[in-house]
C-alpha cells in the first residue's frame, strides 16, 4: 500500500470552478495556437479563389451604393459636405468589422464541434483568434476605403482628418472587443436553444439600422421622437461609428468621455461573455 | 521492483448524462436545479441516476456513463483500459482530456496530459503538411518552438519527407494518420492518453507506432494511458489493465488476467431468442426475422458445446419475397472480435425448391456446425436475412446468440491427449497420410 506521502499537483480535473477565474494565464500559455489560427485563417483566405478575397471588396462597396441611392437619393438624408458614398462607406467598413467578429465567433461551439470533442485547449482561443483574423478583412476594406477617400479629398468633398483619428485603433478595438463579447455569449446560449442561431442574422440586420451605419447621428433626434431616437443615441455602436467618421471627417460629433465610456462597456462586455463561454465550455460537449 | 510515485490520481470519478430527447423540459429542469441551488439543496437530478446498462431501460432519463472510477498511474507506467463499447472508456478519457468535465469526484495530476482520441485533430486540408504539423501539435498543447525543435523527427516518423510542403488534402489517408500520429508521438507531456489510434496504417507503419509507444513509455520514463479494442496491442504495450464495465472498474491489475476478466464479462451466452408478432420483428415487407435458436443433437436449446459436439443453428424467419430468393445468413464471431466465418441457407442443395415458388411463408433453415471445428472459447452469432442478386440485407441482427465451446482433453480430440494452451482460433479435425519408410532398407 501506498505511504503517505505529501503530493503536489499540477492541476487538478473537479466539477467545481470559479466563475471569474478567466484563465488568463493559460490564454497566455496558448498564446502560439492563437498565432495559427490567425495564420490558418490569412493562409485559407489567400488561398481561395479569386472571389473569396474579393469579396471583402465588393460587399461593402455595394452596399454603400446602395445606401446612397436610398437613403441619400430617395430618403434624402444630408451628409453635410462629406460625399454620401464615402459617407456610408465609413460607416459599413467599421461595422462590417463588427458585425464580422460577432457573426463568426456566435457560431464558435457548434462549428468545432469536432476539434472541441477531441482535444483540450482554451476554447476562447477559438473566438479571439476570428476576432485577430477579421483585422485582415477589415484591413483591406480600409484599404479600398483609404482609395476612394484619395478620390473624394482631391474633388474637395472628403472634409478633413481630425487629429482624433490616432484613436482609431481604440475604436478598432472596441468594435472588436463588442462583437466578440456579444458573439461569445451567443455562441453559449446557442449549444442550449438551438434555434438562436435564426435569430442572430436577422439581429445584426436590425442591429446595423440602429447604429448610425448610414445616417449621421444628429440626424435622429431632429427627426424622430425622443422615446424612439434613444435607441440610437444611448447605442455604443452609433456612438464608435460617429466617432469614427468625425475622425476621417471632421463632421457629426466626438465625445471623448462617451468614446472611454464605450470602451469600458465593451470590456464589460467582453469579459461577461467569457465568463459564460467558460462556463459553457466545461460540459457543451455533452449536449450537441 | 521500485515503486515510482504517483502521477495521476483519479478519485470517485463519476459523469452522468441525459438522455433522450434534448431540448425538451431543459429551462424547467435548469430552473428546478438553480431554484434548489439558492435554497442550498442538492441538485435534484443527480440522485435518481442508475448504473448504465445500454440493454436494459432505465427508469430515469439520467444515466452514469461511469461511476466511482478510482485508479493511479505511476510515472511511466503504460495503462490499459479496456471495456466493451458503452462501458464508460471514452467518457473517462474525454474527461481526463478535460473535454468534458466530470460530474462527481476529481482527477489530480503532476503532469501535462496530452490526448489522442482520434487522430488529425484539427488537421486542415488546404494547409500544407508543415503547417498543419505545427497547427495540430499547437492544438495538441506544444508550443512553436517545441515543435520547431522536433520537426524533423517528427517528418521522418511520418515518412512524409517528400510532401512536407503539400496540401493535406493530396494526402493519402494512410499519410494523414502517420502523419498525426507522429505529431502526438512526440508530444513533450509526461502522460498521454492514446485511443484507438493503432486501428488505422499499414502493418509497417502499426509496428512502429507500438515501438514508438514502447519507446516512450520505458525509454523516455513518459506515462501513457492506452484505450483500446485490440487485446493483441494491448497485451504488448501494458502490464496493468484497468476493465472497465457499465460505467465502474471492474478489474485492475496484471494485463493477461484483465484480458481474461474483459474476454469472460457479460456475454451471457443466450440460445434463443425470438419476436412474438411480424410486426415488430426486425426486417421489411420482403423478409423479417422471426426467431434464432442454438440447439444440440437432441433438439433441446443449448449454450455449451464440446469440441466433439455438432452444434445446430436454426433460423426462422417470415419470408414475403416475391420477388427474389431469400436466405438466412449467420456470421460466427469470436470473443476477441474476430468474424470466423459466414455461411448462407442457399448453400442448401434443395434451397431453390423451397424459395422458386415465391410464395410466402416462414422459412426454418438449420445450420450445421461441425463437430471438430471451433476452437474452445465463447463465440456470438449474427443472424441475418436477405436476398442476393441484387445484394439486399432485410433484417441483420448482430451479437443476436452466443454460446460457449469447452474442450475437456479426454483425448480423442484435437488435440489428443495434450492439455497445455492449443494454439489458433480454429481447430479442424484434419485428415492425415502417414507415410514411414525403414532406415535400413538393406
Known amino acids: 500500500m501506498d505511504k503517505p506521502q505529501k503530493h503536489t499537483w499540477l492541476f487538478e480535473i473537479s466539477p467545481k470552478s470559479n466563475l471569474l477565474d478567466f484563465k488568463f494565464k493559460e490564454i497566455w500559455q496558448y498564446r502560439d495556437l492563437l498565432m495559427l489560427f490567425v495564420r490558418r485563417d490569412v493562409v485559407t483566405l489567400y488561398k481561395q479563389t479569386v472571389l473569396g478575397p474579393l469579396w471583402y471588396l465588393i460587399q461593402p462597396l455595394l452596399t454603400s451604393v446602395i445606401f446612397t441611392l436610398v437613403f441619400n437619393g430617395i430618403a434624402d438624408i444630408n451628409t453635410g459636405t462629406v460625399n454620401a458614398f464615402l459617407f456610408n462607406l465609413a460607416g459599413i467598413t467599421i461595422w462590417n468589422y463588427f458585425s464580422e467578429c460577432l457573426k463568426a465567433t456566435s457560431d464558435t461551439f457548434k462549428k468545432n464541434e469536432n476539434i472541441f470533442g477531441k482535444v483540450y485547449f482554451p476554447r476562447v482561443i477559438m473566438p479571439l483568434s476570428i476576432t485577430v483574423s477579421n483585422l485582415l478583412k477589415f484591413g483591406i476594406q480600409v484599404l479600398i476605403f483609404i482609395a476612394f477617400y484619395i478620390f473624394f479629398a482631391i474633388e474637395g468633398s472628403a472634409g478633413s482628418i481630425s487629429p482624433y483619428l490616432a484613436l482609431l485603433p481604440l475604436i478598432v478595438f472596441i468594435m472588436g472587443m463588442l462583437g466578440l463579447g456579444l458573439g461569445m455569449i451567443i455562441s453559449s446560449m446557442v449549444t442550449k436553444y438551438r434555434d438562436l442561431t435564426f435569430l442572430v442574422q436577422f439581429g445584426i440586420q436590425l442591429l446595423m439600422y440602429v447604429s448610425a451605419v448610414m445616417y449621421p447621428l444628429a440626424i435622429v433626434s431632429q427627426k424622430l421622437p425622443s422615446y424612439v431616437s434613444w435607441i440610437v443615441e444611448y447605442n455604443p455602436l452609433a456612438r464608435v461609428i460617429e466617432s469614427f467618421r468625425y475622425m476621417v471627417f471632421q463632421e457629426g460629433e466626438l465625445d471623448l468621455g462617451f468614446i472611454f465610456l464605450t470602451l469600458g462597456i465593451s470590456i464589460i462586455v467582453f469579459l461577461f461573455g467569457l465568463i459564460i463561454f467558460n462556463k459553457t465550455e466545461r460540459n457543451f460537449i455533452d449536449t450537441v | 521492483m521500485q515503486e515510482k510515485e504517483v502521477i495521476l490520481r483519479v478519485e470517485n470519478l463519476s459523469k452522468q448524462y441525459r438522455l433522450g430527447v434534448i431540448g425538451t423540459g431543459t429551462i424547467s429542469h435548469d430552473l428546478n436545479r438553480w431554484w434548489h441551488k439558492i435554497r442550498g439543496k442538492e441538485d435534484p437530478y443527480t440522485r435518481i441516476g442508475e448504473r448504465n446498462k445500454r440493454n436494459t431501460v432505465g427508469k430515469s432519463n439520467y444515466v452514469w456513463a461511469i461511476k466511482d472510477v478510482s485508479f493511479d498511474v505511476r510515472r511511466g ?53 508543415k503547417e498543419n504539423i505545427f497547427l495540430n501539435g499547437a492544438i495538441l498543447g506544444m508550443t512553436k518552438a517545441e515543435i520547431k525543435s522536433k520537426f524533423d523527427e517528427i517528418v521522418e516518423f511520418a515518412g512524409v519527407q517528400r510532401y512536407v510542403d503539400t496540401p493535406v488534402k493530396r494526402y493519402s489517408s494512410g499519410m494523414k494518420v502517420r502523419l498525426a500520429f507522429a505529431v502526438a508521438a512526440h508530444l513533450e507531456p509526461e502522460i498521454l492518453v492514446v485511443d484507438e489510434v493503432l486501428a488505422v496504417g499499414d502493418a509497417e507503419f502499426q509496428k512502429k507506432a507500438i515501438g514508438k509507444m514502447q519507446d516512450i513509455a520505458k525509454g523516455e520514463g513518459r506515462t501513457v ?106 456470421h460466427v464471431v469470436n470473443e476477441r472480435g474476430q468474424r470466423l466465418f459466414a455461411s448462407n441457407e442457399f448453400n442448401a442443395p434443395d434451397w431453390l425448391e423451397y424459395h422458386d415458388k415465391k410464395n410466402k411463408g416462414i422459412v426454418t433453415a438449420t445450420c450445421t456446425i461441425p463437430r471438430h471445428f471451433l476452437a474452445e472459447g465463447q463465440f456470438s452469432l449474427l443472424v441475418a436475412v436477405g436476398n442476393y442478386n441484387p445484394e439486399i440485407i432485410h433484417a441483420v441482427e448482430d451479437n443476436l446468440l452466443s454460446f460457449e465451446v469447452f474442450d475437456d482433453t479426454t483425448g480423442d480430440g484435437v488435440r489428443g491427449p495434450y492439455a497445455g494452451k492449443w494454439p489458433g482460433i480454429l481447430r479442424p479435425m484434419l485428415s492425415w497420410k502417414i507415410k514411414k519408410e525403414p532406415l535400413d532398407k538393406n
Open chain 2, 225 to 330: 494511458l492506452f484505450v483500446s479494442h485490440d487485446m493483441d496491442a494491448i497485451q504488448k504495450l501494458t502490464q496493468r489493465t484497468v476493465v472497465l464495465a457499465d460505467g465502474e472498474v471492474i478489474f485492475d491489475g496484471d494485463t493477461d488476467k484483465a484480458i481474461q476478466e474483459y474476454l469472460n464479462q457479460g456475454l451471457d451466452t443466450k440460445p434463443y431468442h425470438e419476436w412474438e408478432r411480424m410486426e415488430i420483428a426486425p426486417g421489411n415487407d420482403f423478409g423479417r426475422l422471426k426467431s434464432a435458436a442454438i440447439r444440440n443433437e437432441k433438439g433441446e436449446l443449448c449454450n455449451r458445446f464440446s469440441v466433439r459436439d455438432d452444434i445446430f443453428i436454426d433460423v426462422e424467419y417470415w419470408d414475403l419475397n416475391t420477388e427474389y430468393h431469400n436466405t438466412a445468413i449467420i
Open chain 2, 77 to 129: 507506467e503504460v495503462l490499459g483500459i479496456i471495456g466493451k463499447n458503452g462501458a464508460g472508456k471514452s467518457t473517462l478519457l474525454k474527461i481526463l482530456s478535460k473535454v468534458t468535465m466530470p460530474t462527481q469526484g476529481i482527477i489530480r495530476s503532476k503532469g501535462r496530459i496530452a490526448s489522442l482520441l482520434e487522430v488529425g485533430t484539427g488537421f486542415h486540408p488546404e494547409l500544407t503538411g
